[in-house]
C-alpha cells in the first residue's frame, strides 16, 4: 500500500475534475443529469458538482 498522505475522493469528483479538465461538454452534462439531489452528499462532491455545472454554463455561452 501506498504511504502517500491523498485524501480519499469521492469516485464522482474524480469523474467530474476530468471531464472539466479535458473540456468534454457532453460528458459534463452526463454527469450533471446523474446527480441524486435526494440523498445527502460529501461537500467534496458537492463542491465539485458546483464547480462543474459552472463550467457547463460558460462552455454554453460561447
Do not use: C, N
Given at each position: 500500500m501506498s504511504t502517500s498522505t491523498r485524501h480519499p475522493a469521492p469516485p464522482y469528483g474524480?469523474?467530474?475534475?476530468?471531464?472539466?479538465?479535458e473540456g468534454k461538454l457532453p460528458q459534463m452534462k452526463a454527469l450533471l443529469k446523474q446527480r441524486d439531489t435526494s440523498k445527502p452528499?460529501?461537500?467534496?462532491?458537492s463542491?465539485?458538482?458546483?464547480?462543474?455545472?459552472?463550467?457547463?454554463?460558460?462552455?454554453?455561452?460561447?
Amino acid at each position: 500500500m501506498s504511504t502517500s498522505t491523498r485524501h480519499p475522493a469521492p469516485p464522482y469528483g474524480v469523474a467530474i475534475q476530468s471531464a472539466i479538465s479535458e473540456g468534454k461538454l457532453p460528458q459534463m452534462k452526463a454527469l450533471l443529469k446523474q446527480r441524486d439531489t435526494s440523498k445527502p452528499e460529501p461537500k467534496e462532491l458537492s463542491t465539485a458538482y458546483e464547480k462543474l455545472a459552472k463550467e457547463v454554463a460558460r462552455l454554453e455561452k460561447h
